[in-house]
């Protein structure tokens, strides 16, 4: 089944604690996105990957980073958690950037990682 | 900067009825402009697209129009249904992707 993987669904987890939610996806796609959705502001990006080894900052990358060793893989880093990135993160992988005219940019999503810094 | 508009109030309506959700954005047209459904809890998933050099779109009970006129698309669902109750967001290719932050639905019986 096509899908994209997110673990853990749910953590809880303390300031400072560094953490990694892991995402992967089983469609050979180019393209992978971490999102984070608050409410009353919807879905921001924080980082996103062309292909594998090119990562690029989104709208909201402060306190992340991330790695893209294999096509598959998107693990997005939180070094030092603070309690601002309580949140729903959310993966997405689409076959590539959407930016060619002929493709229709559907991202495929994760089904979320609620996170929460005490 | 690019805004998109979509009624942060939830919008109730009786099954059977048409569904009429709105998406309204500022400044420049997007190359097009793409429709997801978001249950509770789960990651959106996609619906349709429609680019900026088409009027409609439909699929199923589902149409999407676009008037880059009015800087504005409307997705409706017929026949609406209490299964169709879900966060309906628009997202608009600009340089890049950009979400709305949606609108819920919710269907009676």
């Known amino acids: 089944e096509a899908q994209v993987t997110q673990n853990p669904r749910y953590l809880i987890t303390v300031t400072g604690k560094k953490l990694t939610v892991t995402c992967s996806q089983n469609?050979?796609?180019?393209?992978m996105s971490w999102y984070r959705q608050d409410p009353g502001l919807g879905l921001r990006q924080i980082y996103y990957?062309?292909?594998?080894?090119?990562?690029d900052k989104g709208d909201v990358p402060e306190g992340y980073k991330v790695s893209r060793k294999e096509k598959r893989n998107f693990p997005l880093i939180l070094e030092s958690p603070s309690p601002n990135q309580t949140s729903l993160y959310f993966c997405?992988?689409?076959?590539?950037?959407?930016?060619?005219?002929?493709?229709?940019?559907?991202?495929?999503f994760g089904e979320g990682s609620r996170l929460t810094v005490l | 900067s690019q805004k998109i508009e979509q009624n942060s109030e939830a919008l109730n309506i009786q099954e059977g009825k048409t569904a009429t959700l709105t998406c309204n954005y500022t400044?420049?047209?997007?190359?097009?402009l793409q429709w997801y459904r978001q249950d509770p809890g789960r990651g959106p998933v996609f619906l349709l697209l429609?680019?900026?050099?088409?009027k409609e779109k439909r699929k199923e009970r589902l149409k999407v129009t676009f008037d880059t006129t009015l800087k504005q698309s409307l997705f409706h669902i017929t026949a609406s249904q209490p299964a169709d109750s879900a966060t309906y967001l628009c997202?608009?290719?600009?340089?890049?992707?950009?979400f709305g932050t949606g609108t819920r639905l919710l269907v009676s019986p």
């Open positions: 400044n420049y047209s997007p190359a097009y």
């Open positions: 997202a608009l290719r600009f340089q890049k992707l950009v």
């Open positions: 997405a992988s689409s076959p590539t950037a959407g930016h060619i005219v002929s493709n229709t940019g559907e991202l495929f």
């Open positions: 469609m050979n796609h180019e393209y």
């Open positions: 990957s062309m292909n594998v080894e090119v990562t």
């Open positions: 429609i680019r900026e050099n088409e």
